[in-house]
């Protein structure tokens, strides 16, 4: 007999949405797991039919429940237990992420490698250079 629910963190883990159990226990305790609009603790159950948002930096996903799962799959499988419905515009936004090349870096992830200190230095003097005007002439020194 099938299960008629599952626990949230073992359904996202279970269908490949996080790498760990852990990630997915992290994500529900931080507020990035929501169902209905309301965010959820790692114990809540999800049935058939259920709609998760998940917030993963910069974007948001929106999965449609269609079966249960406790056991991790492989990854040909994932399309049987759940659909993503996540809009357009959420992948809009990662892709102008992806373009513009800005590496958002969050406070403790250490100094920035030689390659993004090039673009920053890249980025910054083609941004801030232009010609100060003359305030005087050369003549006008005597």
């Known amino acids: 007999m099938p299960k008629e629910e599952v626990r949230i963190d073992k359904w996202l883990w279970a269908v490949r949405v996080f790498k760990t159990r852990t990630q997915a226990v992290d994500a529900c305790k931080k507020g990035r797991v929501e169902m209905k ?3 959820v603790k790692p114990s809540r159950t999800v049935k058939v039919g259920d709609e998760i948002s998940v917030r993963k930096p910069p974007i948001t996903y929106t999965f449609h429940v269609l079966a249960l799962a406790e056991n991790r799959m492989g990854a040909k499988l994932v ?64």
């Open 37 to 39: 609009g309301v965010t």
């Open 79 to 142: 399309p049987e237990f759940l659909e993503n419905i996540t809009p357009q515009e959420q992948y809009d936004i990662l892709e102008m992420s992806r373009i513009s090349g800005f590496v958002a870096r969050s406070k403790g992830m250490g100094r920035p490698t030689k390659r993004e200190g090039r673009d920053l230095k890249a980025f910054i003097e083609s941004e801030y250079s232009f010609d100060y005007p003359a305030l005087w002439d050369e003549d006008d020194d005597e």
